[in-house]
C-alpha cells in the first residue's frame, strides 16, 4: 500500500489524479486502528489519506462498482476491476 500511496502522489502531482470523487461510506474504524494503519502506509496528513481514499473511490465509480457487494461480482467483474486499478496505478501483491 505504500507503493501505491507513492504512485498517487506521483500522480496528484502530474495533475492526473483529479479524477477522484467524494462520497461513499465505508465503515469507520477505530482510532487505534487509524493509527496503525497510518504508520504502515507512512501517512501522516490526514488530508493526503482523504485524497487517496477519494482516488480509490473514483475508480470505483468510473466501473459502476461503488454500489455493489464483492460476494455478487463473478470472476469476469473481478478481473474487470482488477485491470482498472492497475490502469490507475494501484498494483495488488
Known sequence: LEKNYRKF????????????????????????????????????????????????????KEGDFNERRSSKLDQDDFLELLARFNAAGIHFK
Open 9 to 60: 502522489l506521483q500522480l496528484e502531482a502530474s495533475g492526473a489524479a483529479t479524477q477522484g470523487g467524494g462520497g461513499g461510506a465505508l465503515p469507520s474504524s477505530s482510532s487505534s486502528m487509524e493509527v496503525l494503519d497510518q504508520k504502515r502506509l507512512g501517512i501522516s496528513d490526514l488530508a493526503d489519506r482523504a485524497k487517496f481514499k477519494e482516488y480509490v473511490l473514483g475508480v470505483l
